[in-house]
């Protein structure tokens, strides 16, 4: 009896047998009882569900009565009932074997009753409606047990007898139970759910908007204060700071967003570094660092995730609203979307302008750029303006680089097809000189440092061993000059410049009727002195050409002739080439300008002026001169008094460079000829036989600089003198003197004093018809 009892119970293990034991067989026994519960369980739940539904059908099944036989069909033929009635036997003529034989059957009534239109075996409906209570009492009972409970080990107790092994159950939950506590919390939810909304008025909601509106612009306020004051420890929060631009409260989603984008955008202009973050590699992962550096990799690391999620997100917003699409949820209309665009778009020109030296840089210029060519005026000045700042600048040149060879790419990616505007931004780029056939280091001086052989003969060994440890130092500091990043510089210089002419060139062979082209011969003139002396020749006859098909405006034309002279007077002074063609379309068309529109066009002609005579002396004729200077004293009759300034302001200094201008202030004609003011050469027009008598018109001008500028030139134009004019206006050149005189925001320079209104005396022809005027 002791020998089956040891048998059926189960021993529990010794704590050194369980030492022996390894961790995998532990884990296999203790998964393979989870099993066995898990199992055990299921077949529980199982005969549970079948009990519930015997007991279902029980109830709703009734004891089917037997029946009388179907009456026959109404609509069946008369004559075929007479006929079955005949053949039928009566009752009384059946034996009584046979009666008792049919009286049986009609007890069971399953021959009869059965429905013979259908096709099943007479023995299924029996099978069908078997009992289903006597299916359940045949399957063998099954006492409800509780599933084994799991043992834990606890650290054993050691006792005088030894080692006792400690165990504590581990309960199993009823999964049973917890399916039946989630249908009642579903259903809870469901009637919590059906409840009706209170209706609010429409003060109420107002009221209503502003308490959540308040709320979230302080937990906007509460976190962005977290993340200035400690970035290193609080930078997760810019993650639960950006996931509010997904704001879902249709009332305060619009407004919420743009807060947290503007919000967003400050935080990261002030706390990321001056330097760009790169990605650790996988030898630098490896390695242990301190924790100072650990916590600095950490922040850096969350700072340029979370700063590109956020380029992403403003990405996103704008490419919705240019694709006109709406979220699922409607939470934000597409009315609403443009405005979020917009603030969008502010905040990455904010980026562009505060970060060019930080991460995703060049993503942004890559955003900004064709926004400059948007429908949208306000959109496109944005980026305009600030591509504009983001050039003038940069001091470098890397992010100039970076804008320029996206917009080389749009414009020909486009086709030629795209706003002026967009090729008028590389004015404003900061070139100024850039790698010619000189290198850089050949013209910079070089420190010189004493060769061994000097140094032997020249110096003792105490002398030298200083010599050496100076001359270290030296070339350290000059490494760390800035003469390197000059030679940078003008490298960046040099590419970003070759880009430029590349896109005007392209432009000028392609697409000489496009609406760029004045921006392109803008850019010539302005860069002009920086082009390659081997284009010289061919980008002259180009202009020319454009000059000579007439297709061009005025202002357009006066460019054309500037851009010719800035590089015939830069490195275009080696070349052999005679300009006369442009010195006589400028004479030409000098009186197109008059003091309605064109009359801005004057600062273009003082520049080709100034490039023209001034620049060019040694190379401008006598004659050539004094036909330009009758022909801008006339014009100064009829331009506005800024334009009359600056031009007798040019004619002064053309006075003043030149010998024998004063011819024209003699009567008396010099030479042979009659000036002729209407040909079209100004070599031989004889302008030598003619007087400036336009300046003792413009002595009686109104302006009083006029009037002061054509005293002065009508006495010489001296230097010294009662003759001689101010330092304030000998000085200035002629463009500064057309800005400052100017009259677009409707002021008179200099003011014009205010006049004291006199009192009126009665004079003495009224005084005496009064007088007659009373009655006798």
């Not at 275009?572 to 529109?597: C, Q, R």
């Not at 302006?703 to 009662?722: D, M, N, R, Y």
Request: charged content about 30%; hydrophobic content about 40%; glycine content about 2%.
């Amino acid at each position: 009896m002791n020998s089956t009892k040891r048998k059926n119970t189960k021993r529990v293990p010794s704590f050194r047998k369980l030492l022996r034991t390894s961790k995998i067989k532990l884990d296999n026994k203790l998964k393979n009882k989870q099993y066995k519960q898990q199992s055990a369980a299921k077949k529980y739940r199982k005969e549970q569900k079948k009990l519930r539904e015997a007991v279902r059908d029980a109830i709703s099944r009734k004891p089917f009565p037997l029946e009388e036989c179907k009456k026959r069909q109404v609509g069946k033929s008369e004559k075929r009932e007479e006929e079955e009635e005949e053949d039928a036997l009566p009752l009384d003529m059946m034996d009584e074997d046979d009666l008792k034989l049919m009286e049986d059957l009609a007890q069971k009534a399953s021959f009869l009753t059965r429905d013979l239109s259908s096709d099943e075996p007479v023995h299924v409906k029996k099978r069908k409606h078997e009992s289903v209570i006597d299916k359940y009492e045949k399957v063998p009972r099954r006492m409800q047990t509780e599933p084994e409970k799991e043992l834990i080990h606890l650290l054993p107790i050691k006792d005088k007898d030894g080692i006792i092994p400690q165990t504590m159950e581990k309960p199993v939950l009823d999964v049973a139970q917890n399916e039946e506590e989630d249908t009642e919390e579903m259903e809870e939810a469901e009637d919590f759910s059906e409840e009706p909304l209170p209706v609010l008025t429409p003060e109420e909601m107002a009221a209503q908007r502003r308490q959540k509106l308040q709320e979230r612009k302080m937990h906007i306020a509460a976190l962005a204060s977290a993340i200035l004051s400690e970035p290193d420890n609080n930078i997760k929060k810019l993650k639960e700071l950006r996931a509010m631009l997904m704001e879902q409260d249709p009332n305060v989603a619009v407004i919420v967003r743009k807060l947290v984008m503007v919000s967003l955008m400050e935080i990261f202009k002030d706390i990321a570094p001056s330097y760009k973050i790169r990605p650790l590699t996988e030898a630098e992962k490896a390695t242990k660092v301190k924790k100072e550096t650990q916590k600095l990799r950490e922040f850096e690391e969350g700072l340029v995730s979370q700063y590109k999620f956020y380029l992403e997100n403003l990405e996103q917003t704008i490419k919705d609203w240019k694709q006109r699409k709406l979220k699922k949820s409607n939470v934000i209309s597409l009315k609403a979307y443009k405005g979020l665009a917009e603030i969008a778009v502010k905040c990455l020109c904010e980026l562009l302008v505060a970060l060019p030296h930080f991460n995703f840089h060049n993503n942004i210029i890559v955003l900004i750029v064709p926004l400059m060519n948007d429908a949208s005026k306000m959109i496109s000045k944005l980026c305009f303006e600030a591509v504009k700042k983001l050039f003038k600048q940069d001091k470098l040149g890397y992010a100039s680089l970076g804008v320029v060879k996206v917009i080389s790419g749009l414009v020909r990616g486009r086709n030629y097809n795209v706003r002026p505007e967009v090729l008028k931004v590389f004015l404003h780029l900061r070139i100024k000189e850039v790698e010619l056939q000189k290198d850089s280091e050949d013209i910079a001086p070089k420190k010189k440092f004493m060769t061994y052989k000097e140094k032997r003969k020249n110096l003792s060994r105490m002398q030298r061993k200083w010599k050496k440890a100076e001359e270290k130092l030296e070339r350290e500091l000059l490494e760390a000059e800035a003469s390197e990043s000059k030679e940078k510089k003008l490298k960046l210089h040099t590419e970003t410049l070759n880009i430029v002419f590349v896109t005007y060139f392209r432009i000028l062979k392609k697409a000489q009727k496009s609406p760029l082209l004045p921006a392109v011969l803008e850019g010539l003139a302005k860069f002009a002195h920086l082009i390659n002396v081997e284009f010289f020749d061919d980008l002259l006859i180009v202009l020319h050409s454009l000059i000579a098909s007439g297709d061009l405006s005025y202002r357009e034309s006066l460019h054309c002739v500037l851009s010719a002279f800035h590089i015939l007077s830069g490195q275009g002074d080696v070349l052999n080439i005679d300009p006369m063609k442009f010195y006589t379309h400028l004479y030409k068309t000098l009186f197109s300008i008059h003091a309605g529109g064109t009359n801005d066009d004057t600062g273009i002609v003082l520049q080709c002026l100034d490039v023209m005579f001034a620049k060019r002396r040694k190379q401008v004729s006598q004659q050539r001169a004094l036909a330009f200077l009758k022909r801008l004293s006339t014009l100064a009759l009829h331009v506005l008094p800024n334009a009359t300034v600056s031009i007798l302001a040019t004619n002064r200094v053309l006075m003043q460079t030149f010998p024998k201008m004063d011819l024209l202030l003699d009567n008396e004609s010099q030479g042979s000829g009659v000036y002729l003011p209407e040909l079209e050469e100004p070599e031989h027009c004889n302008a030598q036989n003619t007087a400036l008598w336009e300046l003792h018109l413009l002595q009686r001008h109104y302006h009083p600089t006029v009037q002061k500028f054509a005293s002065h030139l009508i006495v010489g134009a001296p230097t010294e003198g009662s003759g001689a004019l101010s330092l304030d206006l000998s000085q200035r050149p002629a463009t500064e003197l057309f800005e400052a005189y100017s009259m677009t925001g409707m002021t008179f320079n200099p003011p014009v004093a205010s006049v004291t209104p006199r009192r009126k005396v009665p004079s003495r022809l009224s005084v005496s018809i009064s007088n007659h005027d009373t009655p006798i």
